[in-house]
């Protein structure tokens, strides 16, 4: 079959012309051995052989701690201004993209968020295949979130097999049309076929309050939010405001936040709707694999297995999903 | 407006988070607008409790019975008191051998020469008044001072964390010395604020800001044993800034 190929040799030359689109950003090794997204700059090659970033593209979109209202006596609350450039996500994979997927539904429905939105139209997405560890649980459960991406790249002996997804995909491929060609190769099934399945929102009896299982995953949990922080979909967050010395001026800030501390589900008074880590397991269960509120019956994990990964005291809650949801590994 | 009346004092300890504010250069004009640093004994004498305080911002524990009296005084007179600095909120440094006898604590360091004070195993504010607000570190974020403020400017107090410093540590992205590299790091049981300042360094967490909400002590030492710590070794380090911590 035809398919547009791009060769291993000219991923330098790929990332030189998208470079003159936007400034592009990979996963990175650093020095201390962790990957993160962090700018490709020249000479700097993505480490595509990473299974996963410590931090999800999430950072892209809504950062750890931001400003977003202003105060002044005179003017009242006013949005930041704040200058988005595009930017080119490279090497995002099925999981990730499925989980901007998960936040464009939250933060794009309704009532859009205006920070998100100017930050996700500035992102152009281009994706690659991977081969999933045993962290990773993208492949044991199907997932009715979609791996949209602008480009995307299948891993093929010698190169990538490359496709569009959006009209901004094909003005790229456009861009890339001398280093690109047109090859008979045998393109394997990639790795997006873990997600976008129709799954029925089937209506599932409440989780049992009494399991032992919350408990014991409380006892052995430090608290320290790895799970979520590192989460690509994750994205409660705290929303305070602070004043300025003036005593005229103020800023509300949101920073990331995760539904295992104490401050999470409380409210005015001290009161709180879960008092105990674990109230808050079953929360945080119930939220991963069956979504709540308007995406009810979507799970919010796309089985990136970061959680598992960070967490030090090697929590999973896989086995308790795969008796709960009847998902069989 | 009317200024707020502030009181500064510092007691038992190295008056470092006094210095913090002091060290606030490029906000002192601001804030000597909004505040009247009434007694402040560091920074201006004379120094006299006079009248009464919208807030004292008290630094260090109490070993001494004159520190006592100072601390109720300026209790009597304030109407918020402040707890500044891990000497303040848990102890701190200054409390690094309570439960050992002071007897021959003292023989250790003054040998025969006799001693003019008084004093006493020293004890965090809490345990002889009642703090209606702390801000906890050794020291503690500028930021965390000037946020105090502000806040008091509003009338309000600030607000608690809980989160550790693991979760600041995540959002830098940082590689996990506990996990990654195995090292005594005490992030997990320690109270957030900080930005991760020392991991951000490759250094381990000290525990310098004492315990954060719910931590999980029984689950750590079970972690940092794997780790080859054993609990004696854990517990002396997590109490060098916090004598209270107990299994």
């Known amino acids: 079959m035809a398919t547009l190929f791009i060769a291993q040799h000219n991923l330098e030359a790929m990332l030189e012309r998208l470079r003159r689109k936007a400034e592009v950003h990979g996963p990175v090794r650093g020095e201390d051995g962790v990957v993160r997204f962090a700018e490709l700059i020249h000479g700097i090659l993505p480490d595509l052989s990473a299974i996963r970033t410590l931090l999800p593209p999430k950072k892209y979109l809504l950062h750890p701690r931001e400003t977003i209202l202003k105060y002044t006596s005179e003017a009242g609350y006013q949005l930041p201004s ?129 399991l032992p299982e919350w408990q014991e995953l409380a006892d052995a949990c430090l608290g320290c939010g790895a799970c979520s922080l590192c989460c690509p979909t994750c994205s409660c967050f705290d929303v305070l405001e602070f004043g300025g010395l003036d005593g005229r001026s103020a800023v509300r800030v949101r920073q990331w936040d995760n539904c295992l501390f104490k401050c999470h589900a409380e409210v005015a008074g001290g009161m709180s709707f879960r008092k105990n880590r674990a109230e808050r397991f079953r929360y945080r269960y119930r939220h991963k694999y069956r979504g709540f509120g308007p995406l009810q019956g979507i799970p919010a994990c796309v089985g990136c297995g970061r959680c598992r990964v960070v967490c030090p005291a090697g929590l999973d809650l896989r086995p308790l999903a795969a008796r709960l949801e009847e998902i069989t590994p | 407006m009317r200024r707020l009346r502030l009181a500064i004092a510092g007691l038992t300890a190295c008056s470092g988070c006094q ?30 409790l006079e009248g009464e305080y919208d807030a004292a911002l008290v630094e260090g524990c109490i070993s001494m019975p004159h520190e006592k009296e100072l601390l109720l005084e300026l209790r009597r007179r304030s109407v918020y008191l402040i707890a500044l600095g891990t000497c303040a909120v848990w102890g701190g440094v200054a409390a690094l051998r309570n439960g050992e006898s002071r007897e021959l604590l003292r023989q250790q360091v003054y040998g025969q020469s006799p001693v003019a004070s008084e004093t006493f195993e020293p004890l965090p504010l809490q345990s002889v008044v009642h703090v209606d607000a702390v801000v906890a570190g050794c ?77 999980n002590l029984h689950k750590a030492l079970e972690i940092y044993e794997q780790k080859g710590f054993d609990r004696t070794t854990v517990l002396a380090r997590l109490r060098r800034f916090c004598p209270g911590w107990k299994l």
């Not at chain 1, 281009?126 to 997932?143: A, K, N, Q, R, W």
């Open chain 1, 82 to 210: 704040e200058s988005v450039p595009p930017l080119i996500l490279f090497g995002l994979h099925p999981c990730d993209l499925a989980g901007i997927n998960y936040l464009d539904r939250i933060f794009l429905g309704e009532d859009p968020d205006p920070l998100y939105a100017a930050r996700r139209s500035a992102l152009t997405l281009i994706g690659v295949s991977c081969t999933p560890d045993e962290f990773c649980s993208c492949h044991l459960y199907p997932s009715p979130l979609k791996a949209l991406s602008d480009l995307f790249l299948n891993s093929v002996k010698g190169g990538f097999a490359i496709s569009s997804g959006s009209p901004r995909g094909e003005e790229l491929l456009e861009v890339l049309k001398d280093i690109v060609e047109e090859r008979d190769i045998n393109v394997p099934e990639d790795t997006r076929r873990f997600f976008g399945h129709a799954v029925s929102a089937q209506v599932r009896p409440e989780l049992d309050a009494t």
């Open chain 2, 19 to 48: 210095l913090l504010l002091l060290n606030c250069e490029d906000e002192l004009p601001e804030l000597l607008e909004q505040f009247e640093f009434h007694f402040f004994p560091l920074a201006c004498s004379p120094a006299l």
């Open chain 2, 139 to 215: 020291p503690p974020e500028k930021e965390e001072l000037l946020r105090l403020l502000a806040d008091l400017a509003r009338g309000v107090l600030p607000v608690d964390i809980d989160y550790s410093v693991c979760a600041e540590c995540r959002m830098k992205e940082n590689l996990c010395l506990l996990t990654e590299r195995d090292t005594l790091c005490l992030g997990p049981l320690t109270l957030g604020g900080c930005g991760a300042r020392c991991p951000n360094m490759s250094v381990p967490c000290e525990g310098c800001r004492g315990p954060v909400p719910e931590c």
